[in-house]
């Protein structure tokens, strides 16, 4: 599977000619492909507090989508959502997530861009930081600190914060 993900990102790096603005804009498209779906709306109004706390008692995230199903099943308040279609909408986005990040993080790494952090659609893009599978965050916290500079204080502070499990310390 990383094998099947690096080949998708090095694909799409070495043949996208386009200017920076388009790049981080298509990422960021990426980061709410499914995660913004009308149909996963309720889903995705709980989904994020049930997953953090899922992570904190070491949960796998397969076993975390069944638990805040279950969760969501069992509420009191009404909605209409589609329980299948949900798991699979969680699943495919948890996977364009690993795909945004590695993409991301390549466009930073390669960027020839002078004064890119004032640039709104690279700001905006640094939301699929927040989006960082488990699998990548000490990757992603090493090269967040690594390219700090490049990464406006607000913005950085947000990825952080994301990236230590919404935890100050």
Same mark, same amino acid.
């Given at each position: 599977?990383?094998?099947?993900?690096?080949?998708?990102?090095?694909?799409?790096?070495?043949?996208?000619?386009?200017?920076?603005?388009?790049?981080?804009?298509?990422?960021? @498209?990426?980061?709410? !492909?499914?995660?913004? &779906?009308?149909?996963? #709306? %309720?889903?995705?109004?709980?989904?994020?507090?049930?997953?953090?706390?899922?992570?904190?008692n070491n949960k796998k995230q397969g076993?975390?989508?069944?638990?805040?199903?279950?969760?969501?099943?069992?509420?009191?308040?009404?909605?209409?959502?589609?329980?299948?279609?949900?798991? @699979?909408?969680?699943? !495919?986005?948890?996977? &364009?997530?690993?795909? #945004? %990040?590695?993409?991301?993080?390549?466009?930073?790494?390669?960027n020839k861009f002078p004064n890119i952090?004032?640039?709104?659609?690279?700001?905006?893009?640094?939301?699929?930081?927040?989006?960082?599978?488990?699998?990548?965050?000490?990757?992603?916290?090493?090269?967040?600190?690594?390219?700090?500079?490049?990464?406006?204080?607000?913005?950085?502070?947000?990825?952080?914060?994301?990236?230590?499990?919404?935890?100050?310390?």
């Amino acid at each position: 599977m990383k094998i099947f993900v690096l080949f998708t990102v090095l694909f799409y790096c070495c043949t996208s000619d386009n200017g920076p603005c388009k790049v981080y804009e298509e990422i960021t @498209i990426m980061d709410g !492909k499914y995660r913004n &779906l009308p149909e996963s #709306n %309720v889903f995705n109004t709980v989904l994020d507090s049930l997953y953090r706390a899922s992570t904190a008692n070491n949960k796998k995230q397969g076993d975390f989508i069944e638990a805040a199903m279950d969760s969501l099943a069992s509420s009191s308040f009404e909605y209409n959502f589609d329980e299948q279609r949900g798991i @699979i909408l969680m699943k !495919k986005q948890i996977g &364009l997530d690993s795909i #945004n %990040v590695l993409m991301l993080m390549h466009h930073i790494a390669s960027n020839k861009f002078p004064n890119i952090d004032t640039l709104e659609c690279f700001q905006k893009s640094l939301i699929v930081f927040v989006h960082t599978p488990q699998s990548l965050i000490d990757d992603v916290s090493i090269f967040v600190e690594k390219h700090k500079a490049l990464i406006p204080k607000n913005n950085y502070q947000h990825i952080i914060w994301h990236l230590r499990g919404r935890n100050t310390k």
